[in-house]
């Protein structure tokens, strides 16, 4: 009688652990396929579960030039830049349920153009005021100096539990883009004479310098996203 109880057991764990092993590998070929959007912009995700608390998960940007205003030294200007964002990150799930940790690495070319916006009548340069009508042209680019850059953050999906179908997630972190730079350009309006050009492109030099020194530090661009996927 023990002998037939213990040959039960043993017979019932075997089954239970291949029970266990063949869903956990069942998990591990099932993928997600969706789509992010957020302040990198949209994206085209896919991930992949390894196990209950591990997926690896791929990102590529997918939908061109951003738009954006952006404030600096009191002159307003017109952003746009393509993010040109590919990602791999490896995400944690370390209570196996849907919150998880993630880390990876993004190559980045956040390369932003420029357009002096006055939404004044006058911009100012090295703390001098020059009459937008002055002002012929006033362009420039800044980027970022880690174009293969860290990236933290948490977040919370349920695409890496349960059965095929649709999933949604939502993702926090922060991007270590390293220091910044700008490089800024003017053309002198027809009103200025010769010294007064020179005046107002010395004034602008001054003015990048200003803002480079700012840059000149480690900066961390924020991600916020939401997504949407399916699992097949």
Known sequence: MKRALKSIALAASVLFTNSAFSDEIKNAQQANVGVTIGLTGTNIEISTPL???VSV??????????????????NRYDITFNPDIKSLFVDIH???????????????????????????????????SYAYANVAKFTGNAGFSNSMAPYLGL????????????????EAGLIDVGTGSVDLAVECGSGLSSSQ??????DV????????????????????????????
């Open 51 to 53: 196990n209950n608390y």
């Open 57 to 74: 998960r791929g990102e590529m940007n997918i939908n061109g030039k951003v738009d954006r205003k952006l404030t600096l030294e009191n």
């Open 94 to 128: 370390p209570f196996s349920n849907t919150f998880y940790l993630t880390g990876g690495l993004i190559s980045q070319n956040f390369n932003f153009e420029l357009k002096g916006n006055p939404s004044i009548s006058a911009f100012n340069f090295n703390g001098t």
């Open 155 to 170: 977040g919370w999906s349920n695409r890496n539990k349960g059965s095929s179908g649709v999933a949604f997630s939502f």
């Open 197 to 202: 050009c020179s005046a107002l492109q010395s």
């Open 205 to 232: 030099a001054a003015e990048m310098s200003t803002i480079n020194n700012d840059l000149d530090r480690k900066l961390f661009y924020p991600v916020v996203k939401l997504g949407i996927s399916y699992r097949f």
